[in-house]
């Protein structure tokens, strides 16, 4: 199974990133999330990343400039979560297809 919360990202450093356009991500799971998001959902999640242990979820949604800071950080919180899950179950199938019938299937 696909362990996407422990995954580590390359450094900030490396050429991949430095190449990058605004909303392009080294990692493809991250853009297929961010496709998934409404535009202050992605804002709050990216504030909250930029600033990762030293801010909660309300305060990346306040830092982002939503009205309901507390509402709002916990619904991106949520749903953070579950397009998560949902990611690393589609990662999971794709490899028992893969595994089954061979990887023309990708």
Known sequence: MAD???????????????????GEYADD??????????????????????NLGSMTWTDAAAAAGHPDPD????HVRRKRKTLTSELERRAVAQTRTENRFGARWH
Do not use: K, Q, S, W
Request: net charge negative.
């Open 71 to 74: 509402r709002f950080g916990a």
């Open 29 to 50: 799971r991250l853009g297929h999330v961010a496709r998934m998001l409404e535009p202050d959902e992605l804002a709050v999640i990216e504030t909250y990343a930029d």
């Open 4 to 22: 996407f919360a422990n995954a580590t990202a390359p450094a900030a450093d490396t050429p991949t990133d430095v190449d990058l356009l605004p």
